[in-house]
């Protein structure tokens, strides 16, 4: 039988780190914390870190990567990872990797993720090939825009056209049928030993401005010209009516099942579904993130989700580590390794 003092648990310092490595030493691992020269400080603060590594930039860590092999340490992908790293450079990872690294690439593109979620027969807000086809209300949103600065409504054609002559109009952008509800982040998480998949908890993010329009009247924000932005600030957690559980354990289900169709070994761990759940209670899904999100932040100590399955607090960085123990106590850890 495997020992987990054998290993440790490394990740960049970041995103949900706080959560991971937190979640690590819970589970025994030592943990290691990789973070920009002057951000190391939430790390020490917080105790979750038994060694922090200073780099100038995160594109350093190929150059530390052996000190990381050295050490048997199992590497935790988490959103800001896969952007510090850029996902072509994930499959150049030697270390030990929790999560398989090919399902990064579907997510990455916005037509191979759109396949893979209408494979599971997730419902997807329609997508309007040019703007002469809009005839219903869209959202235009620009590729790589950082908080969706610069995204808006437009009604028609002639709609579209107006907006555009305030924006780049070299910018690439896509026409995604805009869904009047509320956004809900489903967490998700699918273990290869159990074969089972678990919701962990939901949040809605807290974006700036968006959040905040509302705060003033109508004729006030066109007075001043509010631009909405969706910079996210934080998360908020959301429990969801229970009415709608099944649906969701449902496309969860549906979404592993259609990730082993498009990449070795499929999609495992942790994994989230953002959408818009609208009046008639459909779900609406516009993207997908196949590793741990930010969203799962409020559940340091465990969502009422987590609660209910383990009695005992458990999040998501957690749920992580207890995967890599189980796996490394059987002698299977290659199983969440990818
Ligand atoms: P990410 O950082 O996750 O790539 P982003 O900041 O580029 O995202 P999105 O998250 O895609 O932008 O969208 C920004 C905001 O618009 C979010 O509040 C989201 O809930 C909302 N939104 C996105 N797509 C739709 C849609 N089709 N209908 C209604 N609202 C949407």
Redesign the pocket.
């Known amino acids: 039988m495997g020992d987990i003092k054998d290993y440790k648990i490394a990740t960049l310092g970041s995103h949900t780190a706080l959560q991971i490595l937190k979640g690590a030493k819970d589970e025994g691992f030592e943990t290691i914390c990789i973070c920009k020269k002057g951000r190391s400080k939430p790390y020490e603060s917080y105790k979750v870190a038994d060694e922090i590594i200073e780099v100038d930039d995160f594109s350093e860590y190929f150059e530390l990567e052996k000190k990381l092999m050295d050490q048997n340490a199992v590497i935790i992908p988490h959103g800001s990872f896969v952007s510090y790293l850029g996902f072509e450079n994930i499959g150049k990872i030697k270390a030990m990797h929790y999560g398989t690294k090919g399902i990064i690439e579907w997510e990455s593109d916005r037509d191979m993720e759109r396949h893979w979620l209408l494979d599971a027969g997730l419902k997807l ?1 329609k997508i309007f090939e040019k703007p002469e086809d809009i005839d219903c209300t869209v ?1 235009v ?1 620009f590729h790589g ?1 950082d ?2 600065q610069g ?1 808006f409504l437009a009604n028609s054609p002639e709609e579209f056209y107006e907006r555009m002559k305030d924006a780049d109009s070299d910018r690439k952008y896509v026409l ?4 009047v509800g509320v ?1 809900i982040y489903s967490h998700f998480f699918y273990s290869r030993l159990t074969g089972e998949l678990e919701v962990m908890g939901f949040d809605k ?1 807290y ?1 700036s401005n ?1 959040d905040s329009i509302g705060r003033v009247a109508a004729k006030d924000q066109v007075d001043v010209g509010i631009q909405t932005s ?1 910079t ?1 600030t934080g998360n908020i957690p959301i429990v969801l009516r229970e009415s709608l559980l099944p649906q969701v354990f449902e496309m969860g289900e549906n979404v592993v099942k259609a990730s082993q169709k498009l990449s070795k070994g499929g999609l495992f761990g942790p994994f989230c579904l ?1 959408g ?1 759940l609208d009046p008639n209670l459909n779900f ?1 899904t ?2 997908i993130s196949a590793r741990i999100v930010a969203g799962t932040n409020p559940y340091v100590n465990g969502s009422p989700y987590t609660w209910l399955r383990y009695n005992e607090p458990m999040s998501t960085g957690r749920r992580i580590a207890r995967d890599i123990k189980e796996a490394i106590e059987q002698d299977k850890l290659k199983t969440v390794l990818g």
Do not use: L, S, T
């Open positions: 807000p959202i949103k825009a908080g969706g995204y995604q049928e805009y869904i956004p993010r974006e968006a969706y996210v953002e818009i609406y516009f993207e």
